[in-house]
């Protein structure tokens, strides 16, 4: 029985104390009470019990509750349950709080009720919190106003307990969300370790991470693992990697799993392997299954197959889905696709958009593009940019330009360069052919389109890059239009060399033009093979414009190779005159 349920009386000053232990001796009641529940607080049993019993016989209501304590720490549960029945009869709220507990371990929960209900109605927080208690493991009506009754009056546990329902309800309702957080800096501030540390997590969610780490702190301090795992992450994520790894010392030595996987990636990180993999399997013996997922991509980084095979496997059995996906990948690097699919399909079943990406993958390599779209749209859906490309590039490629668009802006608002890239091709394409701007004819507004080539072209897609390009010179932004074609020929693009050396001749650079375009031409690009041809024609070389004439008649196209068909005619006869 709590400690509360005894009734304490003060014992005043020295003097009252001597007169106290005088007007016991002579049989008084009070006095009897008093110094009854003094030794029973300083556990003085055999001191208290003869005193207790005197005041009890005179009808003292506090003696009989007290007496009841003193009977239950000795073990007479049922003696205790009749003194503290006196005693509640005569009003005694810690009483009938101790007899309702009494009658709940006993299984009897009207009486349990009927009792605690006694207690709360006097307003005794642990009879409220108790009563509470019941009703809400029975789930009847009244659980939460007299939880509410005990956080008011100061009862921590049942503040952190109507913190977290209305928590619960917070996900719905932003001011239940604010009571919540009130409640739980009340059961924090009175030294409620699980409260502190919801309090942290709800403030660092909202970018506080001093407040949120200072509670951190003062959970960690009473102990709470989870609380030192939490504020190890704050600081790693301030810089301070040494002051991180000793609160992950201490959560993980508390029994946290998720701190003893922190220290592994640490110390992976330093290339510590053998310590690395020391504290994952600390973290899989303390119950977290990340531990054994670890541990296989520790394996599988240093090529040791068969043993990152059974630890995904442990992994993924338990039901982690990374793990799961993990397994499918490592089959298929060896060639297993029918020993993939299962576990990239129970991977997507438990919710990994990657495993729902990577089923649309091994379903296109089969040509099942029907069950790769399924796929693709199920990732897609799920947030993943490069399956909604696959899906937008699939429905393009089937004519259906709506559905295209749909799956091509998710893809390019999540940062898919090829995304961006065909978005642009497809709005483009819709542009009417009278719409577009003449040669030098300045353009006030731009397209969707070209701000979407200008997203690609930035995450460094070429061909956004040549297309940004052209746009620019369109309009005589001659140094914006370099900028571009530079960019894209010096990420290999054949098509941002030839523009880059058209633009350099116009301005009157043929030598660094020429560079660009044997660049071009060396890459396959027939076009700028026929201008180095024309170029070396002009400069009288005649044997190199030869050598590149019949490069441009071999790369095409037709229109290109007839041109340097006739040019080559014309050396070879230059050439035998």
Request: aromatic letters at 6%; proline letters at 2%; one cysteine or more.
């Amino acid at each position: 029985m709590e400690p509360a349920d005894r009734e304490d009386t003060d014992t005043g000053t020295a003097e009252d104390e001597v007169r106290r232990l005088g007007g016991a001796g002579a049989g008084d009641a009070a006095s009897m009470s008093v110094i009854g529940a003094e030794l029973l607080r300083r556990g003085d049993l055999d001191g208290a019990e003869p005193l207790l019993r005197g005041a009890t016989a005179e009808g003292d209501r506090a003696a009989a509750n007290n007496l009841g304590v003193l009977l239950h720490q000795r073990g007479y549960a049922e003696e205790a349950a009749g003194w503290w029945k006196v005693a509640a009869v005569a009003g005694s709220a810690a009483a009938a709080h101790a007899l309702g507990r009494h009658h709940r371990e006993r299984g009897d929960e009207p009486a349990a009720e009927y009792w605690l209900r006694q207690s709360a109605e006097q307003g005794h927080a642990l009879g409220a919190y108790a009563l509470a208690d019941l009703l809400e493991h029975r789930r009847e009506e009244g659980a939460e106003r007299w939880m509410r009754a005990a956080a008011e009056r100061g009862h921590r546990e049942a503040a952190h307990r109507l913190a977290r329902i209305l928590d619960e309800r917070g996900r719905t309702s932003e001011d239940a969300a604010h009571e919540a957080e009130q409640w739980y800096r009340q059961a924090a501030a009175r030294g409620h370790r699980r409260a502190a540390l919801r309090l942290g997590t709800i403030l660092e969610g909202r970018g506080k991470l001093k407040e949120a780490g200072r509670w951190y702190l003062t959970s960690a301090k009473e102990g709470e693992p989870e609380a030192a795992c939490a504020l190890g992450f704050l600081l790693r994520d301030a810089g301070d990697e040494e002051n991180a790894a000793l609160w992950w010392l201490k959560a993980a030595k508390g029994g946290d799993g998720n701190a003893a996987n922190a220290l592994g990636a640490l110390h992976a990180e330093r290339g510590e392997t053998q310590t690395a993999e020391r504290w994952y399997r600390a973290a899989l013996e303390a119950g977290d299954v990340n531990g054994a997922y670890n541990l296989g991509l520790l394996c599988a980084a240093q090529n040791r197959t068969a043993q990152a095979d059974q630890w995904y496997r442990r992994a993924a059995y338990a039901g982690h889905r990374e793990a799961a996906n993990a397994l499918a990948v490592l089959l298929l690097q060896e060639n297993d696709a029918d020993g993939a699919e299962p576990w990239f399909s129970k991977a997507a079943e438990l919710g990994s958009v990657d495993a729902a990406f990577n089923l649309g993958i091994l379903h296109a390599g089969r040509g099942d593009q029907r069950g790769a779209q399924r796929w693709y749209e199920r990732a897609a859906a799920a947030g993943h940019t490069e399956a909604a490309f696959q899906a937008g590039i699939a429905l393009l490629r089937d004519g259906d330009e709506r559905g295209a668009e749909r799956h091509l802006r998710c893809a390019a608002g999540g940062g898919s360069a090829d995304g961006a890239y065909y978005l642009a091709s497809l709005l483009d394409a819709r542009t009417p052919p009278g719409e577009q701007p003449a040669l030098g004819e300045p353009v006030l507004e731009r397209t969707e389109s070209e701000e979407w080539y200008e997203r690609a072209a930035h995450l460094g897609h070429r061909r956004a890059q040549v297309r940004i390009g052209m746009i620019a010179a369109t309009r005589g932004d001659v140094v914006s239009a370099a900028r571009w074609y530079r960019a894209a020929a010096e990420a290999g693009s054949r098509n941002g060399a030839f523009n880059l050396g058209l633009l350099l001749a116009r301005e009157g650079s043929e030598p660094e033009a020429a560079v660009w375009w044997e660049q071009a031409a060396d890459a396959g690009h027939g076009r700028a093979a026929l201008r180095l041809a024309l170029l070396h024609a002009r400069r009288g070389e005649l044997a190199e414009s030869d050598r590149w004439c019949g490069r441009a008649v071999e790369l095409g196209p037709a229109e290109v190779a007839a041109r340097a068909g006739r040019l080559r005619d014309q050396l070879q006869q230059e050439l035998t005159a």
